[in-house]
């Protein structure tokens, strides 16, 4: 089992910068999947930027070439670096941890807010 808790969100200004951590506690992260999603009022959940077991990353096209996902598996920690950030990437930022045959784990959220 593991538990994604989310950090690093916030208010920040048009081309601004954050960078998000998803600390998971539990079992051994390297087996996991983990994913970043978002999503903003009226919207579903959408994948923002994945990172497997082995190292392989895939984007969301709205974001390639301005998110960066890397991860840390002694910390235990995922990492989604976000740069030239828009108003529209105002959203809830979600978490997940997935591995075949079982169900996913999510975190929380934490809400970022690109505003001027």
């Known amino acids: 089992q593991v538990q994604p808790v989310e950090s690093g969100g916030g208010l920040v200004q048009p081309g601004g910068s954050l960078r998000l951590s998803c600390a998971a506690s539990g079992s051994m992260l390297s087996p996991f999947a983990m994913g970043w999603y978002r999503q903003a009022p009226g919207n579903q959940r959408d994948m923002v930027a994945r990172i497997t077991s082995s190292g392989s990353t895939n984007y969301a096209d709205s974001v390639k070439g301005r998110f960066t996902i890397s991860r840390d598996n002694a910390k235990r920690t995922v990492y989604l670096q976000m740069n030239s950030l828009r108003p529209e990437d105002t959203a809830v930022y979600y978490c997940?941890?997935?591995?075949?045959?079982?169900?996913?784990?999510w975190g929380q959220g934490t809400q970022v807010t690109v505003s001027s």
């Open positions: 997940r941890a997935d591995r075949a045959g079982i169900v996913p784990y």
